[in-house]
């Protein structure tokens, strides 16, 4: 591998657990706050965390 691959995948790596800290903030913020377990919010976040993971590993089988 090049730096520039070792660059590519530390960005998307980065940009993952960001996208992973938002959403869990979301979700403990939105149940702390609201209660609202069964709201369309937490579903969506919920299939977005899945969605991240499947890409997750996608990235780790490419490289």
């Known amino acids: 591998m090049n ?3 070792i660059e ?5 790596f ?4 960001v996208l992973v800290y938002n959403i869990f903030r979301t979700l403990a913020t939105e149940y702390i706050e609201l209660r609202l ?8 976040s919920l299939f977005c965390i899945v969605v991240l993971f499947k890409y997750n590993i996608r990235i780790k089988v490419a490289v």
């Open 3 to 5: 730096n520039t691959n």
């Open 8 to 12: 590519n995948v530390i960005l998307k």
């Open 14 to 17: 980065a940009i993952l657990l």
């Open 37 to 44: 377990v069964n709201s369309s919010l937490v579903k969506y």
